[in-house]
C-alpha cells in the first residue's frame, strides 16, 4: 500500500488520481517511440519518426481515400454462417460474435463505393483484426460481391490486402474462395478494367495465393510481410539461412514480386493517378 491509500483521505485521493485512458500513448512497436494517439490517429496510423506502419481500421482507410471520406459501404452478402459445425476450444459461431463485437464488422472485407479525386472507384478492404483477416465464404463473397459491382458501374477495382490466409474453421469451404475470387480477377480483366492490390502487413497464405497477386498493379506498405508461407516454416523446410528483409515489402520489390513500396499518407495520390492511367481518364482539374 502506498501513502496515498493509507494516508490521504477518499475525497481529496480522487482530486490525487485522474483516470488515463489506456489508449493515450501509444509505443511504436520498432522504435519504441512513444506517440500521442491523436497525433497517430492524424497520420493515418503511421508512427513519424520511425515511418512504422500500424494497423489501420477498415473505416479510415476509407475515409482517408475518398473524396471528402464521403462512400457508399456495402452491405455483407448473407452466407452461411458455420457450415462445418466447427468447434475447438470454443465454438465457431462464438468466435464470430467475439470478432464482430471487436471489430465492428459483419467480417473480415468491407467493400466500398465512392469518388477518388473525382473518379469513380470501388474498394474492397481486409481486416486484420477480425480473425487475422482470415478468408472465408463471407470475405470471398465480399470481395466477388465488389468485383460485380465494379464490373456494373465501369469502375477500377482496388483491393488492401491483410491476412493470415484461409480460414481454418471452414476447411474446404475457405478454400474453394482462393479459386473463386480468382475467377472474379479474371472477370474484371475480360472487363478491361483496372485492378490494384495494395499489400498491407501481414498478406500471407491462401490470400497471397490467390487475388493478393493478381493485380495489374501491386504496391506495398513499407515493412509489410508479404508470403504464402512463414519465414521459419521455409527456413526448415530447405535447412538454408534466408536473406535479411526477405519477405518484406522492400525485398520483394528489389526482385520484382511488387511494383512499388508507398507509405500510407501518399497512397491516395499514387491511387488517383494510376486509375487515371489505367482508365485513360483525364486528369482532375485543380480546385
Known amino acids: 500500500m502506498n501513502w496515498i491509500s493509507n494516508v490521504v483521505p477518499p475525497k481529496i485521493r480522487s482530486l490525487l488520481r485522474r483516470d488515463t485512458p489506456e489508449n493515450l500513448w501509444v509505443k511504436c512497436p520498432e522504435s519504441g517511440e512513444l506517440v500521442f494517439h491523436k497525433d497517430l490517429e492524424a497520420n493515418l496510423m503511421v508512427v513519424p519518426g520511425s515511418g512504422y506502419h500500424m494497423p489501420i481500421t477498415p473505416k479510415a482507410r476509407l475515409a482517408s481515400l475518398f473524396d471528402d471520406g464521403k462512400y457508399e459501404e456495402f452491405p455483407a452478402p448473407e452466407t452461411p454462417t458455420d457450415p462445418l459445425k466447427f468447434r475447438d476450444v470454443k465454438r465457431y459461431t462464438d468466435r464470430l460474435k467475439e470478432n464482430r ?135 526448415h523446410t530447405i535447412r538454408e539461412h534466408l536473406p535479411d528483409g526477405f519477405q518484406r515489402a522492400e525485398y520483394l520489390r528489389d526482385h520484382g514480386m511488387v511494383d512499388m513500396v508507398v507509405p500510407r499518407p501518399r497512397q491516395r495520390e499514387t491511387l488517383a493517378r494510376l486509375c487515371r492511367l489505367l482508365s485513360r481518364a483525364p486528369a482532375a482539374r485543380a480546385a
Open 101 to 235: 463485437a471487436k471489430a465492428g464488422t459483419a467480417d473480415a472485407v468491407t467493400v466500398a463505393f465512392g469518388e477518388l479525386e473525382g473518379q469513380d472507384v470501388t474498394v474492397a478492404v481486409q481486416d486484420f483484426a477480425f480473425q487475422g483477416g482470415t478468408l472465408g465464404l463471407a470475405a470471398g463473397e465480399a470481395i466477388i460481391a465488389g468485383v460485380s459491382t465494379a464490373i456494373e458501374r465501369a469502375t477500377p477495382f482496388l483491393i488492401f490486402t491483410t491476412s493470415g490466409g484461409a480460414r481454418m474453421q471452414e476447411g474446404m469451404f475457405a478454400l474453394a474462395q482462393m479459386v473463386r475470387t480468382t475467377v472474379a480477377v479474371r472477370r474484371l480483366r475480360e472487363a478491361k478494367l483496372p485492378y490494384i492490390v495494395i499489400l498491407a502487413n501481414p498478406t500471407t497464405g491462401g490470400v497471397t495465393a490467390s487475388y493478393a497477386m493478381l493485380g495489374d498493379v501491386h504496391i506495398a506498405e513499407p515493412g509489410a510481410v508479404i508470403g504464402f508461407a512463414g519465414a521459419r516454416v521455409i527456413e
